[in-house]
Structures are given as C-alpha cells and as structure tokens.
C-alpha cells in the first residue's frame, strides 16, 4: 500500500523568495517519487524523479527535491521564485522496479508567485 | 523528451454523442497508456490502464462500457466516451510511460476538455 500527502493546498510566495512545497509519502515498497507541475489546462510536466539513486535531486527550471527514507518526506524546493512557476504541483509516489503497482497521486498544492 | 500528444484539446457536443480522444506517443513506444480524470481543483483520478494488444484494466467505479478504451498499437491508445452526458463533462488527461512504471516517469498529453451539453 502507498500513500502520498500534500502538506499544503495553497502556498503564496513573492517572486525572488525561496519555495517550499511539502509531500510526505509512506509506501510498504521501495519508492520511486515525482514531483509534476500543472500549468491552466494543460497535462502533467515532470520536473523531477527519485528513483533510489542519489537523495538529492535536481530538476527542470531550478527545482529540487530531497528525499529524506527516516521523514518519509519529499519536499520540493526552488530557491527563487519565478512569476511562471505559479502552478499546480503534485506529489507522486509509486513502486520501483514493478508494474505492479499503480502511481498515487497527492491532492496538489496550488503555487502563487506575487509580483 | 518524450511526446505525448493528445487530441482534440476540446470538445463541446450534445447529450448522446459519443466522443473520441486520441492519446499517441509521438517519439517513443509506450509500454502502457493511462486515462485520468481531473475535476476542477482536484488531483487525478486514474481511469484506466492500457497496454498494447490487451483489454484495459479499469479502476473500480469506471464503466468500461461507458468509457471504451482501444491500445491498437505501441503508440495510440482512444478513449471514447459513448453517449456523454453533462455528468461526464469534465478533463480527461492520458499519459504514457516507456519501460518500467515504478522506474519511469509518465509522459502526460496536454488534456481534453469535454463539455456536453
């Protein structure tokens, strides 16, 4: 069984002030973790993934992750806040190495950038 | 990166009318297809799961008979909505992964906003 929770619905930040977009998991398999953003009618942009490689990871347009096993925590992190970041973002958790499982989703945490 | 392209963008149609959505990966071979839907300000809601050559696997509450689902090839999966009412009015989301899905992201289309009316 696998879970994912969005600590935050809404999160309003000034542009050129860090992000912090929280998401804990809690998974009974070894956890492959992604953080997506969702611009206005638009699918799914991988920013991205952890896959039990480095815990660290970077993404697309300055953003990284960390994945933390003892906090069962992803948290999302952008140093500086773009007025285009603003978005929805999501946590997703699924299995490594498997088909078997099937990705869950967290609710999203809808990102506003303030001029 | 991978593309997933998704067509038509949006549909408005009268009740009764049965409407199509096309999913295909334009650059890569998709093992596996998924259709989601997403209600305003909300996550996803996983539809089903298709693999080339094979049935679809629906998630409990989906009607497949309402929701019919084709993966005639590595790069196209349909999803048709037959005869839509406003209840299913809503945007409809594929995506489709190479490989392994717990070690490979999903490539997402860019959605399908279906209106009926």
């Known amino acids: 069984a696998q879970s994912v929770t969005q600590l935050d619905s809404h999160v309003s930040v000034s542009e050129g002030t860090p992000v912090l977009l929280r998401c804990n998991y809690s998974?009974?398999?070894?956890?492959?973790l992604f953080w997506y953003v969702q611009h206005p009618n638009k699918g799914l942009q991988l920013l991205l993934k952890y896959t039990s490689a480095a815990t660290l990871v970077k993404g697309i347009n300055g953003f990284e992750a960390e994945f933390k096993k003892s906090e069962t925590s992803f948290h999302l992190t952008k140093p500086s806040a773009h007025m285009s970041d603003a978005a929805e973002y999501f946590c997703?958790?699924?299995?490594?190495?498997?088909?078997?499982?099937?990705?869950?989703f967290g609710d999203g945490t809808t990102l506003t950038v303030k001029p | 990166g991978a593309v997933v392209s998704q067509h038509p963008s949006r549909v408005i149609c009268k009740s009764g009318t049965s409407v199509k959505i096309e999913c295909r990966s334009l650059d890569f071979q998709a093992t596996t297809m998924f259709w989601y839907r997403q209600f305003p300000k909300k996550s996803l809601m996983l539809m089903a799961t298709?693999?080339?050559?094979?049935?679809?696997?629906?998630e409990q509450g989906v009607e497949k008979d309402k929701f019919l689902i084709n993966h005639a090839s590595l790069t196209l999966s349909t999803l048709t909505v037959t005869s839509a009412h406003p209840e299913d009015s809503s945007f409809y989301i594929c995506?489709?992964?190479?490989?392994?899905?717990?070690?490979?992201?999903?490539?997402f289309g860019d959605g399908t906003r279906l209106s009926i009316l």
């Open positions: 995506s489709a992964i190479f490989g392994t899905e717990g070690n490979q992201p999903q490539h």
């Open positions: 998974s009974s398999y070894s956890p492959s």
């Open positions: 997703v958790v699924t299995r490594l190495n498997t088909n078997a499982g099937k990705s869950t």
């Open positions: 298709s693999n080339e050559g094979s049935k679809a696997t629906y």
